[in-house]
């Protein structure tokens, strides 16, 4: 214990004065730290201007977790979908964020959208989203425990994703969501699907990825295949968020395109880091992609109003918290994956997907 705490102290002290050469050594030999000390220790500050969250629609662990797993929600949009997708979102999950954005091109106090100034196009997604993360960072960055980068078309289950991150220390440098193979190892997580940055994440882009064009290079790949190559290059491990099923819980597309079984012969199979087995939807799920605004209100329906006769709420117990050395293995084990992994590298042509 003693050592462990020693440990750690020294780790900070060289961490403040060695944080680029950290990184460079991170670079050559991938897997062993975790954390990386960031400048400014300031004190954690309870957001303020929380989304109401109705308690009538929330059992006693959703509210605690609320507490306990503060989430930013940060949602990209456009201005021609502000009173519709945008809405959609702001109208159903999205309140319940612990604070929730929308990133656009024109301010919209209403909604809560930030014009960014970055030309709404397609090739401009990335520059978007690096925009995006730089603002929460500055605005936001010691605020909240997890920074979750979402679309206007994707629907999240708040409770299961503060469920599943809960047992993570959100200042290690982990990323999750649906994890796509790419030609680097570990790979990246769809854009549409959503993916959720730690805090340590959020601050290592931003102090050492977006101020060095080594590791963040400007590049025609897609947004999401873009950050995961940076997140990688500074390493943030993309982490494991399959159940202990071995199904995922982010996903890339909409229960109709999933479901009752998981579909063959479509685009996803050129992307799966792992290929499902059976069925690829979770029963503790976190994401949708492709949701359209009238689809939310439904999703909103059956999983937050309708009530099953004679069904009890699910009330699951909070998870244990993980200790330093548990989450180390576990980064670690991932970390390891990535490179065993016989992966097929996927060429540069397939990129745009989301
Ligand atoms: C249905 O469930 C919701 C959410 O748990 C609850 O607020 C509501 O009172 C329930 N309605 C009935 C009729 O039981
Ligand atoms: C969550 O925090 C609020 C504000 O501090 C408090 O009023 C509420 O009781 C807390 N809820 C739980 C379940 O701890």
Not at 37 to 64: F, R
Not at 89 to 113: H, M, P, Q, Y
Not at 265 to 280: A, E, M, S
Not at 286 to 301: D, G, N, R, W
């Amino acid at each position: 214990m003693y050592r462990n705490a020693l440990c750690l102290v020294l780790g900070l002290i060289i961490g403040i004065r060695l944080t680029d050469i950290f990184v460079y050594m991170r670079l050559t030999s991938e897997n062993d730290m975790l954390y990386i000390e960031t400048p400014a220790a300031t004190p954690q500050v309870m957001p303020t201007e929380s989304v109401n969250i109705h308690n009538d629609e929330h059992n006693d662990l959703a509210s605690l977790l609320y507490n306990e797993t503060r989430v930013f929600c940060m949602v990209l949009t456009m201005p021609k979908s502000h009173a519709t997708k945008a809405a959609g979102v702001k109208r159903t999950w999205g309140k319940r964020c612990n604070k929730l954005i929308f990133l656009s091109s024109e301010d919209d106090a209403e909604l809560g959208a930030v014009n960014l100034h970055v030309k709404e196009k397609r090739g401009n997604l990335y520059a978007k989203v690096r925009a995006g993360f730089a603002y929460v960072h500055e605005h936001y960055g010691e605020d909240y425990d997890w920074y979750l980068k979402a679309d206007d078309d994707t629907f999240v289950i708040m409770e299961n994703l503060r469920w599943f991150l809960y047992p993570f220390d959100p200042d290690a440098l982990v990323f999750f969501g649906h994890r796509f193979r790419s030609n680097f190892p570990q790979g990246y997580m769809s854009g549409g699907a959503g993916y959720v940055l730690s805090r340590g994440a959020l601050q290592q882009l931003n102090h050492i990825g977006f101020k060095n064009s080594i590791y963040c290079p400007s590049s025609k790949l897609s947004e999401d295949r873009h950050l995961g190559l940076c997140l990688s290059l500074v390493g943030v491990v993309a982490g494991d968020s399959r159940d202990e099923k071995g199904r995922e819980r982010f996903l890339p597309m909409a229960p109709k395109h999933l479901l009752p079984h998981t579909p063959q012969g479509t685009w996803l199979d050129r992307y799966y880091f792992f290929r499902p087995q059976n069925d690829i939807t979770s029963d503790t799920g976190i994401s949708f992609h492709y949701v359209t605004a009238m689809e939310m209100h439904l999703f909103e329906y059956f999983m937050y109003q309708l009530n099953i006769s004679g069904l009890p709420l699910i009330q699951k117990k909070l998870p244990p918290r993980l200790t330093i050395q548990e989450m180390q293995e576990k980064l670690n084990f991932w970390a390891k994956l990535r490179t065993n992994n016989n992966l097929q590298l996927v060429h540069e042509q397939s990129t745009s997907v989301n």
